[in-house]
């Protein structure tokens, strides 16, 4: 059994919103779930830094958008250093030229993905975690996003593969569609311990509530035991504009 979350950290904030204020309630609210590995987006060099200081048994692979350096956010994928081996990890851009930053089709920003090769030490078994932060705009970018990421998934073979991230769009959507064709499937209606709160409220659940952050799973190999969404407060206040969501997975 493994836990993996995805956490949209949000890049910017205002008073008791601000990145200061927030990042120790960040920090507490994935200490407190303790995932095995984790995705972040919107998570510029700052956040990076944060989290590397304030969550010590993980490591991370991962650049920045912007220059595949320290520039951008970054789509991050986080992972206990005590439990996992990393291998076979790797970026590329949502566009047409993915091995260099790059803006693709109708995209309004550079989005870009990373995923990891995870293997525990104990038991010898791997999966690969995905990450991303798909564009907010461009439909052709969300949909040919999530293509790239299916068809690099299933160049792995029969490893098992999650896929983390704020993808930008509902369920139903093409994009949704897309990410749950062939061996993918949604591990938030796939667990059968599972529940149906929003993960988008920008910081007004009670008049914003969509879903568009997701944990997708490929189900020929790794089975949804339960899906969470974090829908709580950090001592009365917010951690975020999304809330986080995590899965407790097992490999087939």
């Known amino acids: 059994m493994f836990r993996v979350m995805s956490f949209n950290v949000l890049c910017w904030g205002e008073g008791e919103n601000s990145i200061e204020n927030r990042i120790p309630r960040v920090v507490s609210i994935i200490k407190k779930y303790a995932p095995d590995s984790f995705g972040v987006q919107e998570a510029h060099k700052m956040w990076i830094d944060a989290l590397v200081e304030g969550?010590?048994?993980?490591?991370?692979v991962g650049v920045g958008r912007n220059d595949g350096k320290e520039d951008g956010e970054?789509?991050?994928?986080?992972?206990?250093r005590d439990r996992f081996t990393p291998s076979d990890s790797g970026n590329f851009w949502i566009s047409e030229t993915?091995?260099?930053?790059?803006?693709?089709?109708?995209?309004a920003c550079i989005r870009i993905a990373t995923y990891v090769k995870l293997t525990d030490k104990e038991t010898g078994e791997s999966y690969?975690?995905?990450?991303?932060?798909?564009d907010h705009i461009g439909v052709?970018?969300?949909?040919?996003?999530?293509?790239?990421i299916q068809e690099k998934a299933a160049s792995f073979g029969d490893v098992p593969v999650v896929a983390?991230?704020?993808?930008?769009?509902?369920?139903?959507?093409?994009c949704y569609n897309t990410m749950i064709s062939a061996n993918m499937a949604d591990a938030r209606t796939l667990a059968p311990d599972t529940d149906d709160c929003f993960t988008f409220h920008w910081f007004k659940p009670e008049e914003i509530q969509t879903i568009i952050d997701f944990i997708f799973v490929d189900k020929t190999t790794v089975e949804p035991v339960k899906f969470r969404v974090i829908n709580e407060k950090v001592d009365g206040k917010?951690?975020?504009d999304h809330y986080a969501v995590y899965a407790d997975l097992k490999l087939k």
């Open 55 to 60: 969550l010590p048994g993980y490591d991370y």
């Open 74 to 80: 970054y789509a991050a994928v986080f992972y206990r």
């Open 98 to 107: 993915p091995d260099v930053p790059s803006k693709g089709w109708d995209s």
């Open 128 to 134: 690969i975690h995905f990450n991303t932060h798909l």
């Open 140 to 148: 052709q970018a969300q949909i040919n996003g999530a293509k790239m």
């Open 164 to 174: 983390t991230g704020d993808f930008n769009v509902e369920q139903g959507s093409d």
């Open 238 to 240: 917010f951690y975020s």
